[in-house]
Every structure is written in C-alpha cells, then in structure tokens.
C-alpha cells in the first residue's frame, strides 16, 4: 500500500504509537517536551507505519541548533514555497506553545497594486501567515505578520515577544539566561526513494541514532533544549526516517473539533499561562 493511501490518524492513535497511556488529559508533557521531542516523535510514528520522512529547523535565528546563515527573507521564501507542497508540514514553536503554520497571503503594499495583472515583487506586498490553532482559548486560526514571527524568533532572553498575545509587547522573564531564544519553526517532510538520498538536502546535519524507548505516562524530566547533552544537540539539524505519510489529509491528523475539545495540557517551555 502506498503511504498516499494511508488513512489518517487521530492525536489518540498517535499518543498510543509514542507510547502513552490514557487518560491522557491528565498527562504534563511541557516538563519533557522540546523541538527535539516533536522531531523524534515524528521519525517514531514514520517508523511505526513504514514510511520515509525527515524533519529539521527551517528557521531559528539565536540559540542552540539555530540557522546560521539563514535570512528571515530566505526563511519565507522557504516557507511560503512549503506551504503550498503537500509533502511538507510546519510547526511553529511560540511563547508557551506549538502551533501549525498552514498559509500564508501576500498583501499589495500599495492599493493601486491590488488588481495589478503582473507578479508582484516581494518588496511591493506584505506578509501574513495563517496558523492553526489547537488550543481551545484561543481562535482556531490566527492570522500574522511575517514581521512579527521574525520579532519574536529574533529576541533573546529575557526579553520576548508573545505572538499570541502582541498587544503586551515585548515582556520580560524572570530569569537568570541571556542570549537564546528556544522559538523557532520545524519542517516535516515526506520523502520517496527517489528522493531519498545526501544529495537532495544540502544544509543540516544529519541525526543517525538508535530508537529510544518509548515514554510511559509520568516521565518527569525536561527534554527542553536547554536539558538536552552536547552530544544530542550535535544530531538536531536534521531528522532522517524511514519514512513519512502525507498527503492533503495529514495536515488533518485530527479534526478541529477534537483538537480543540480535547482536555490535554498545554505545552510550557516557561512558567505562564496557556
């Protein structure tokens, strides 16, 4: 069977393929859960149905593992060009949260550009993304400036800039680290043999390493990126598998309505709320 023709499947089915146990609303996954974890877990769901998949940072300006060389300009044409392949998929890592970047618009700058026959430049029009939202209080779609998405990945501890919330402007944590900045914006994409090969993926490094076990209900400690050895960090660039299911589908692995009815605690990378 090809992986097209996979069916998809519900955030349950893929609590239980990584390993959890209902009921699953009363598990805390924001002590254990990093841009690590979610890149992990999707090689093991790729694993667990046998198809070929990889994942890697597309865009993250400061901190560990961050895109040297990368340009926010470069970024959105990356993105942009993504979001309108069916074999590619994003997740934004925000203030306390991870959210699904869906679309984008490009907005005329000028209005007598609007019914303008001809492209426009990326200079002459302004850029929105939309995003999926999963949490139930907030819109099931956001839509944002490209500009502000790049403000928020560029600040550094302590200060950030909530997305969710840029009518409190730029805050401040109350911690002790400066310099980093743990948002960034992660790709998965599905892979066919063809196209699975060293040559196709011409940034990032590649992270070979054994299964590791699954995780039971209760795991306590942090896999954050400020928890996670030198040693891993070396292998986050890029996330090979052996493969990847999607198709317009996936980008549905479950309904609006489940998601955002479902009880499940949100993710925290810092003290705050949802």
């Not at 069916?7 to 609590?15: F, G, S, V």
């Not at 007598?112 to 099931?140: C, D, F, M």
């Not at 960090?233 to 955002?260: A, N, V, Y």
């Amino acid at each position: 069977m090809g992986a097209g023709n996979l069916p998809a499947i519900t955030q349950e089915e893929a609590l239980h393929i990584l390993g959890f146990q209902p009921p699953f609303e009363d598990i805390r996954f924001g002590p254990f859960t990093g841009n690590t974890t979610l890149m992990r877990w999707f090689r093991q769901i790729n694993d667990h149905f046998h198809v070929k998949g990889c994942s890697y940072v597309l865009y993250k300006p400061h901190g560990k593992n961050k895109t040297a060389g990368e340009t926010a300009s470069g970024a959105l044409s990356k993105l942009t060009h993504g979001l309108k392949d069916e074999s590619l998929a994003y997740i934004y890592h925000c203030q306390n949260h991870y959210f699904c970047p869906i679309g984008f618009e490009a907005t005329p700058v000028k209005a007598n550009k609007a019914y303008s026959r001809g492209p426009l430049t990326p200079q002459e029009v302004e850029y929105w993304i939309l995003i999926g939202e999963s949490s139930r209080k907030h819109p099931a779609i956001h839509c944002k400036k490209w500009a502000d998405i790049v403000t928020d990945l560029n600040t550094q501890n302590p200060e950030y800039l909530d997305i969710r919330h840029l009518e409190r402007g730029l805050q401040y944590r109350k911690t002790k680290k400066v310099g980093g900045n743990l948002h960034c914006i992660i790709a998965f994409q599905r892979l066919s043999w063809q196209r699975f090969g060293l040559w196709n993926f011409p940034f990032g490094t590649i992270r070979q390493e054994s299964q590791p076990p699954t995780h039971a209900q209760g795991i306590a400690k942090s896999e954050s990126e400020d928890n996670i050895s030198k040693k891993q960090h070396g292998r986050l660039g890029r996330s090979f598998s052996t493969g990847f299911h999607q198709d317009s589908t996936w980008k549905k692995m479950s309904s609006i309505h489940e998601r955002r009815n479902s009880g499940y605690h949100g993710y925290r990378d810092y003290e705050g709320n949802d």
